[in-house]
């Protein structure tokens, strides 16, 4: 059974602050998606990414996948208030698929 | 566009009883999940459907069935609900590797 793992579990940071988020596996994906999601809604796609190595920005989200494709990291700079929500990362098995595996998950907190 | 509706948004059912979930989109997507999602565990995937008439089991499937008789909707059913599947469960479908969640259904099972 493939699994990600993400770490940490729960953050709690200033405004302001740079984080790190991290996805981790043991296996290689072939994509690699990252959600965001707020009390009472479904999760958000924010990013797929899938060649190993590729980095992609969203204002101040960076989204990094690893070069062997076996794991990813979300970066925020100056993080605000508005970042607060739980971070989800969700990866592909194989080429192809549309049947995603997701990890367990980073909640953020922003403090103003 | 409505996007992905749940019907409904909160159920409280008694061990034993039986009820189905439903899910609605209107993006015309091929692709239509469900999950279940649980503290510290992520989203877990129950089945699936590549298509109209089509379903697949995902990685929780036991205690659960689903149809997909019409390409924009697909059903989650619980023969007999269990307290182990008290969660909370989403809708998704897909175009491309893009996935839109539905707001979620809370069930409670005492």
């Known amino acids: 059974t493939q699994l990600l793992e993400q770490s940490p579990q729960f953050l709690s940071i200033q405004e302001g602050e740079n984080l790190t988020v991290y996805c981790n596996s043991s296996?290689?994906?072939?994509?690699l998606q990252w959600y965001r999601q707020e009390p009472g809604e479904g999760p958000v796609l924010l990013v797929t990414?899938?060649?190993?190595?590729e980095v992609k920005k969203l204002k101040r989200l960076t989204f990094q996948f690893g070069d062997a494709r076996k794991d990813s990291s979300l970066h925020i700079t100056a993080a605000q208030p508005g970042d607060t929500g739980l971070y989800l990362c969700?990866?592909?098995?194989?080429?192809?698929?549309?049947?995603?595996?997701f990890g367990t998950g980073t909640r953020l907190k922003v403090l103003a | 566009n409505a996007g992905v509706t749940q019907t409904p948004k909160f159920r409280v059912l008694k061990t034993g009883q039986s009820m189905t979930l439903l899910c609605a989109q209107d993006?015309?997507?091929?692709?239509m999940y469900w999950y279940r999602q649980d503290p510290g565990m992520g989203l877990r995937l129950i089945h699936y459907?590549?298509?109209?008439?089509?379903?697949a089991k995902g990685e929780v499937p036991d205690g659960y069935n689903v149809s997909r008789l019409k390409k924009q909707n697909f059903l989650l059913g619980l023969e007999s609900a269990a307290p182990s599947q008290t969660s909370v469960y989403f809708c998704?479908?897909?175009?491309?590797?893009?996935?839109?969640f539905g707001p979620g259904t809370r069930l409670t099972v005492l």
């Open positions: 969700a990866g592909a098995p194989t080429s192809g698929t549309y049947k995603y595996i």
């Open positions: 296996s290689v994906f072939s994509s």
């Open positions: 998704a479908s897909s175009w491309s590797t893009w996935q839109y």
């Open positions: 459907s590549v298509g109209e008439g089509t379903t």
């Open positions: 993006m015309n997507h091929e692709y």
């Open positions: 990414v899938v060649t190993g190595g």
